[in-house]
Structures are given as C-alpha cells and as structure tokens.
C-alpha cells in the first residue's frame, strides 16, 4: 500500500497549485481519501476529503471556496486544486486514506485514517 503525494512548490499569494494523491495496492480497496497539513509548530489539521460511497467532500472553513477535491478512479488518484493561496497556507500536506468507515463527522479527523503518504511541501510566499 502506498499514497504518493506530490504538486507542491514555492507560489506568491493569491497563486494556484494543484496536488496528486497516487493512490497503489490496496487490493481491499480505500474508503475516502483525505488531505491534511501540518505547518512549523501546529498540529496536524484536516483540509478535505472525498468519500468514495457517495462521493461526499468536505472543507475546512479555512479553505472553503479556494479549495477543491476531485478524483480521477482511472488513475488511482486524489487531486487538491488550491487557488487563491494564502501565507497561511504554508505547510507540508500530507494524503491519507481509510479502509472503514468514514462518517461525516470524522472525515477531516486524523484517526479515522490508517494510510500515510510522505508529504508535500506548499509554500506560499507574501
């Protein structure tokens, strides 16, 4: 089982990335995908998920309307559209993904998800 993310970079404010969450081996499959980050001394925190039964997103209000979540099932893949970037926006993001379960309430909660991918650094610069 392996999430690969990747798509970060160094973007001036108000800019746009997009991220890619490869997603390869899980032969029992993956119930929702979620991105979360962590900047320099903060806690991790959930950014959006995409459910894979109903096809459910979700938001942090941090990032509601410059954020977007979609997915690709041909390509395994998870995007995170960012635009509108903000400083505040700085942090390595990571991609996660479930093999139960996941109810709305939890779906930006960190222990509602058992795979890690390795982190992609976003720098947003003023």
């Known amino acids: 089982v392996q999430l690969q993310a990747s798509g970060g970079g160094l973007v001036q404010t108000g800019g746009s990335l997009r991220l890619s969450c490869l997603a390869s081996g899980f032969t029992s499959g993956y119930t929702a995908i979620g991105w979360f980050r962590q900047a320099p001394g903060k806690e991790r925190e959930g950014v959006s998920c995409?459910?894979?039964?109903?096809?459910?997103?979700k938001y942090a209000e941090s990032v509601k309307g410059r954020f977007t979540i979609s997915r690709d099932n041909a390509l395994n893949t998870v995007y995170l559209q960012m635009n509108s970037l903000k400083p505040e926006d700085t942090a390595v993001y990571f991609c996660?993904?479930?093999?139960?379960?996941?109810?709305?309430?939890?779906?930006?909660?960190?222990?509602?998800?058992?795979?890690w991918g390795q982190g992609t650094q976003v720098t947003v610069s003023s």
């Open positions: 995409i459910r894979n039964r109903d096809r459910s997103t």
């Open positions: 996660a993904a479930s093999r139960r379960g996941v109810i709305s309430s939890s779906m930006l909660n960190s222990d509602a998800y058992d795979y």
